[in-house]
């Protein structure tokens, strides 16, 4: 996720960009980077850090010129750094770019390109595209843009430069935002709303295979073949500050809306083409090296020691890697027995939680190999570890972690069959099956966050309840651990999860008449079981809310309420399940009237021991 924007008109275009990019820094900011059509070229400055770094390298001497586009970056290929900063420019630097997005198909348009003498400056993804702008100019900014995107795999919003023919900025998107804003003998690029509101509030959304060139009179858009689109104008009536949530209440909220994305993004360039198996081109530890590995220590803190819990049994049974998982906060503490066949994987959103980075450099002194699950590129815990494997879900913003949680599952899933197929302990054709699995989830997910009117009522219901309690068995257990955490730490309900069989041996004793227990009813091999504790519980007349798989038809037999997930194999349903135990937590917490962004007493990333 990054920022990205664009201006063509009589003004200077160097204050509205970076006045843009500063609306946008929710997005990324790890650099930031402008380029502005100034006496004849396009000057370029960029540089690492916040958009106040790139303010400073500028003072005195901004970019004079009424064309330009800028970019704050959320890195993801190439660390944070001058040269992976934004914009990018071929090797004349006559065409100029700025991407929000993943090209999957870099590095075979690298390698071509280096074959004909281009010469590379930064490590991203992005600079193949200035690269064959160079390679296909044939006089025409739009067909050669077209050509581009005939040649380039993945997703993408973009905005092009030439200096060839600087009356124009062209833009386009697919499976990332893009806005265009549309003023009077000026027009406005972005990737999202906040950054043009307070110049216009015309708008049109672009939609995905939509090539617009802007001029500062008039917006013309055509798909990749030459037709003509039309499009509404779109009347932004959001106040600026619900723009930069994207029209969501609370960044929690637009969040958990994101996910569908976020694990498109996770998948991008790890499920092969065919579907076939999952594949880690990052990783650089050979198979014979993975093969090595006899056992797995999962170190994280809170939601990610979660996403901990879930890849144990992902490990476990599609690996058959015995797995320890620990809280990183006691790991450091227990002396544990680890030599250099151990793996320890380290889960943390932020790369920067100080317990979790003290467990990673506990493990290297140990002598293990260390792998870090991250969504913060060049983040402490990424430099650190031996190897690295993002989630790509974009900044998270809301001190709750959600979308962070669901990338960091479907990495969990992702990596133990990528082991179990290095292993041999994972069938070709199993693998396949939880590939086809894997593909469906964002499309599932959608479905899930459609329908969310039964969630509010629950929530409206029994959101002022003292206590709630959470149970669930197998999977269903890891789940219903962070669903109980969503719920205490934004609504400050008390909430507990439990293995649903340990029950009897004490929590029962806190059953009473009318508390909610939310039980995860998702794993077949536990169904039965699971029907058992839910009587237990309401033979002490506690109101039961059942998550349960769609076609379910028992369950509204024994549980109060039920909420139905879609179908999914077992492995894929905690990436379903956590869905409405977020929403619940959420709408709970709006009940109550917590400050859901930021609960009190927490920070989003505890840089504290
Ligand atoms: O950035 P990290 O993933 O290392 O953070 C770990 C925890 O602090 C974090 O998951 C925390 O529990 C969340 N606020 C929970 O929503």
């Known amino acids: 996720m990054c920022g990205i924007v664009g201006y063509i008109g009589d003004k200077q275009a160097a204050p509205f960009l970076l006045d843009g990019m500063s609306k946008l820094e929710y997005r990324g900011y790890d650099s930031a980077g402008i380029a502005v059509y100034e006496k004849g070229k396009i000057r370029v400055e960029k540089c690492v850090g916040r958009l106040d770094s790139l303010r400073q390298k500028l003072a005195g001497n901004v970019p004079v010129g009424t064309v330009g586009i800028g970019h704050t970056r959320w890195a993801t290929h190439g660390r944070p750094s001058d ?4 914009p990018h420019t071929d090797s004349s630097g006559d065409f100029v770019v700025v991407h929000n ?7 075979a348009l690298k390698e071509a390109l280096l074959e004909k003498g281009h010469v590379f400056l930064s490590e991203t993804d992005s600079e193949v595209v200035a690269h ?5 100019y044939n006089g025409n900014f739009e067909e050669t843009v077209k050509k581009v995107l005939r040649m380039i795999e993945g997703s993408y919003s973009l905005v092009f430069m030439c200096a060839a023919e600087p009356d124009k900025l062209i833009c386009t998107k697919k ?25 216009t509030r015309r708008t049109y959304i672009m939609n995905d295979g939509e090539i617009a060139t802007v001029t500062k009179d008039a917006v013309w858009v055509q798909d990749i073949n030459g037709t003509p689109i039309s499009k509404k104008v779109f009347e932004v009536n959001w106040n600026a500050e619900a723009a930069e949530k994207g029209g969501f209440e609370h960044f929690m909220l637009k969040e958990i809306y994101e996910q569908p994305k976020a694990m498109r993004d996770t998948m991008t360039g790890r499920v092969a083409k065919d579907g076939s198996h999952i594949e880690f081109p990052e990783l650089n530890w050979t198979s014979e090296e993975f093969a090595d590995i006899n056992k797995i220590f999962i170190v ?3 939601t990610a020691y979660h996403a901990g819990m879930v890849g144990k049994y992902y490990f476990e049974q599609l690996a058959r890697v015995p797995v320890e998982v620990d809280i990183a906060s006691e790991f450091s503490y227990r002396s544990p027995i680890i030599d250099s066949n151990c793996l320890t994987i380290i889960i943390s959103q932020s790369g920067e939680t100080s317990d979790t980075l003290a467990a990673l450099r506990e493990a290297r002194r140990l002598g293990s190999r260390t792998l870090a699950v991250t969504n913060v590129v060049g983040s402490s815990i990424a430099r650190e570890a031996d190897q690295v494997v993002y989630t790509y879900a974009g900044p998270e913003i809301a001190v709750a972690s ?12 992702m990596l133990s069959i990528y082991v179990g197929q290095i292993k041999g302990t994972l069938s070709a054709g199993r693998a396949k099956e939880l590939v086809a699995g894997i593909k469906v989830i964002p499309e599932q997910i ?18 002022n309840s003292e206590d709630v309690f959470y149970l669930g068995r197998s999977l269903d257990y890891a789940v219903a651990l962070e669903g109980a955490l969503k719920m205490k730490e934004i609504s400050y309900i008390h909430a507990e999860a439990y293995a649903a069989g340990e029950l009897k041996h004490g929590t029962l004793a806190l059953i009473v008449e009318g508390v909610p227990v939310i039980v995860l009813a998702t794993q077949e091999d536990v169904y039965e079981k699971t029907v058992s504790n839910i009587q237990e519980v309401k033979a002490r007349d506690a109101v039961v809310i059942a998550i349960a798989m769609e076609g379910d038809d028992r369950i509204p037999k024994y549980a109060d309420h039920v909420i139905f997930i879609p179908r999914a194999e077992k492995y894929l349903t905690p990436l379903l399940s956590v869905l409405p135990l977020q929403l619940l937590a959420y709408y709970a917490a709006l009940t109550r009237g917590c400050d859901v962004d930021k609960p009190r007493n927490l920070a989003k990333s505890v840089t504290v021991e």
Request: aromatic share 6%.
């Open 83 to 86: 040269r992976n900063a934004h």
């Open 446 to 463: 959608h479905e899930l966050l459609e329908n969310v009117d039964q969630l509010k009522v629950f929530a409206t219901k029994y959101g």
């Open 175 to 199: 499976d990332n935002p893009l806005v265009i804003g549309l003023g009077n003998g000026e027009n406005f690029i972005a990737s999202d709303i906040p950054a043009i509101i307070a110049k």
């Open 132 to 136: 064959l702008m160079e390679e296909n």
């Open 101 to 107: 997005g993943i090209i999957e198909n870099y590095l």
């Open 402 to 413: 959600t979308k962070a949680y669901t990338t960091q599952l479907l990495l969990m899933l």
């Open 300 to 302: 994280a803190c809170g």
